[in-house]
């Protein structure tokens, strides 16, 4: 008889992958990775005021909330699981200036919106985000100086704000400046004043990123000359996270953040497989954005598109992920 080179099941085919993924019981059994709504953190956008709710143009869904509003909004996500929240403050063009002294003034709107989001919901793991850009003239993370960012004296300030933000009861801080040295800075100056219980996200490998740009515009805070090159890390690199890693380790960080997510997959598997430390990704503005922007067009499915790609960054070595999605994935899974 001819063989018209169809295979043979006796002799070839032992091995038939698809067998595990015959029924929804089965798949569910060999299934690797798991999404839970408690790997997730909900970044938030807060603005001075009352009763404001105003939605991001570039980010459908997202609002920036007055204190008042955003309460409300945390004590919604909490019924619906979520239990972590990274509050950002957008401040108007009069409260910036060079040195960002906004940031710690205790009177400042941001910290007393984060001391009353511990008062009212003790419960919650709030983060918050350490950097120069929302109180910045410059738009800057760091201090200018005829054009250039002075490190070392940035640190100065990033501790004050750190100080600041550990007094209106954080949990969790995020610097996000990618200044060297600052998580030593900052570890040092918490546990001299007794903020030993605070802990450090690092934004360890920040990447220069296009994919920053939805969130720019929701906080005012892009850079007003110049781009950030100079301190977040250049895409093409992946060994500096390595070295990054190894000194926010050193430095005492409790938490390692890779961000990007969706373009650094790579970089979170490095880090996940080279560090003992629970590794967190960023899941930004403008990953949110691509996929809000494409549904609206009717060319994906944004809830499939979400679960994927939010599955694809925990499998990929992410323990903990900031999404944008994380209150639609908490409505989709109740
Ligand atoms: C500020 C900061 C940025 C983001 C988080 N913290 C923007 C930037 O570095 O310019 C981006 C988050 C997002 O795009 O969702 N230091």
Redesign the pocket.
């Known amino acids: 008889m001819v063989n018209f080179g169809a295979v043979n099941n006796e002799d070839m085919m032992l091995r038939r992958p698809r067998r595990n993924r015959k029924s929804e019981a089965v798949r569910n059994l060999v299934e690797e990775t798991s999404l839970s709504v408690k790997d997730l953190i909900f ?1 938030l956008f807060l603005i001075d005021g009352f009763n404001k709710k105003v939605e991001v143009n570039s980010m459908p869904g997202i609002f920036r909330f007055s204190q008042d509003q955003l309460l409300r909004e945390i004590e919604e996500c909490m019924k619906l699981g979520i239990r972590g929240f990274d509050v ?1 403050p957008a401040y108007p063009e009069s409260l910036k200036n060079e040195a960002a002294t906004e940031s710690y003034n205790p009177e400042t709107f941001y910290l007393k919106a984060l001391r009353e989001i511990k008062k009212q919901f003790p419960e919650v793991c709030l983060m918050s ?1 350490v ?1 120069m ?2 109180y910045s003239s410059d738009g800057h ?1 760091g201090l200018v100086k005829d054009g250039k960012i002075l490190n070392d004296e940035t640190l100065e300030i990033l501790g004050r704000m750190s100080l600041a933000q550990a007094d209106a009861g954080v949990d969790i801080l ?1 610097p ?2 990618m200044m060297d040295g600052r998580v030593g800075y900052i570890r040092s100056l918490l546990d001299e004043s007794g903020f030993t219980d605070t802990s450090i996200m690092s ?1 360890t490998a ?1 990447y220069a990123s296009a ?6 515009d929701a906080l005012d ?3 007003k000359f110049g781009d ?1 090159k100079t301190y ?1 890390m250049n895409p093409a690199n992946s060994q500096e996270a390595l070295i990054e890693a190894a000194l926010d380790t050193e430095e005492g960080a409790d938490f390692l953040m890779v ?2 997510a969706l373009s650094y997959l790579d970089i979170i598997k490095l880090l996940s497989e080279n560090s003992p430390l629970p590794i967190a990704a ?1 899941n ?3 990953e ?1 954005s691509m996929i809000k922007a494409a549904a609206r067009q009717g060319w994906l499915d944004s809830d499939r598109a979400m679960q994927e790609v939010l599955l694809s960054i925990k499998r990929s070595g992410a323990k903990i992920i900031l999404s ?1 999605f994380a209150k639609e994935f908490a409505t989709l899974s109740k």
């Open positions: 970044p950002f985000d950097a850009d929302p993370d995020g996000s400046d934004y920040k994919f920053y740009g939805p969130f720019r805070s892009a850079p950030k977040q961000k990007p960023y930004v503005s403008g949110y944008y």
